[in-house]
């Protein structure tokens, strides 16, 4: 089966702080995105990355950044942490698309609360 | 952003019955996929069905599709309290890794 790990599940930190929010995935996609989750909002694309070191912004990059230094492993990085992103973060991976539409996975989540 | 609308947002049933969760997008359907998210976790993919498909079955699950309409229907049958989650449809952007993923149904089953 398919394992997307993050990290932490909950994780607190104080407002103007740098956070990481790490993933690992373990089946070679090629693939993987972060979400943020939100009452009333859905899922909101934040970032992905197709392929090691490539990424591109998704709905709401603004404050955050990534990093794809290795296949396996996505970051998602808050610069300096703000009240409004306290939220639900999901990081997913996929193969490609194109490969008969291949479901995304799922990791467990990291419910970030910022102070 | 692009969402696809679900509904209802909730549904309340007992152990035994049916429960019947659409979904609808401004865009044209490609294939959709259906998930699932238990309170506090990560979602699950439950099942696809691909856009020359207008109906699909997986267990107690009944998936079907209209491109024409943009839109689809997911059934569970003979539902359990273990059913209780929020259930999510989601499509691919043609020509980008990107998906949209719909509002959301949460379903709550009493036993």
């Known amino acids: 089966d398919v394992k997307v790990t993050q990290s932490s599940r909950y994780l607190v930190k104080r407002t103007g702080e740098k956070v990481f929010l790490e993933c690992v995935q373990d089946?070679?996609?090629?693939?993987m995105f972060w979400y943020r989750q939100d009452p009333g909002l859905g899922l909101r694309l934040i970032y992905f990355?197709?392929?090691?070191?490539?990424?591109e912004k998704g709905d709401i990059p603004e404050g955050y950044s990534v990093s794809r230094e290795k296949k396996e492993r996505f970051s998602l990085i808050l610069e300096s942490a703000s009240t409004n992103q306290t939220s639900m973060y999901l990081c997913?991976?996929?193969?490609?698309?194109?490969?008969?539409?291949?479901?995304?996975?799922f990791g467990d989540g990291t419910r970030l609360s910022i102070l | 952003s692009q969402q696809g609308e679900e509904d209802p947002q909730a549904l309340s049933i007992q152990e035994g019955e049916n429960a019947t969760m659409n979904c609808s997008y401004k865009?044209?359907?490609?294939?959709l996929q259906w998930y699932r998210q238990n309170s506090g976790r990560g979602l699950v993919h439950l099942i696809l069905?691909?856009?020359?498909?207008r109906e699909k079955h997986s267990g107690r699950l009944r998936v079907t599709l209209d491109t024409s309409k943009k839109s689809s229907s997911l059934l569970i049958t003979a539902s359990r309290a273990a059913d209780t989650a929020s259930y999510f449809c989601?499509?691919?952007?043609?020509?980008?890794?990107?998906?949209?993923f719909g509002t959301g149904t949460r379903l709550k089953v009493l036993a």
């Open positions: 997913a991976s996929s193969y490609p698309a194109g490969q008969s539409n291949q479901p995304q996975h």
């Open positions: 990355s197709y392929d090691v070191k490539m990424k």
């Open positions: 865009t044209s359907i490609n294939n």
């Open positions: 069905i691909r856009s020359n498909e």
């Open positions: 089946m070679d996609h090629e693939n």
């Open positions: 989601a499509t691919p952007i043609p020509g980008t890794y990107k998906y949209i």
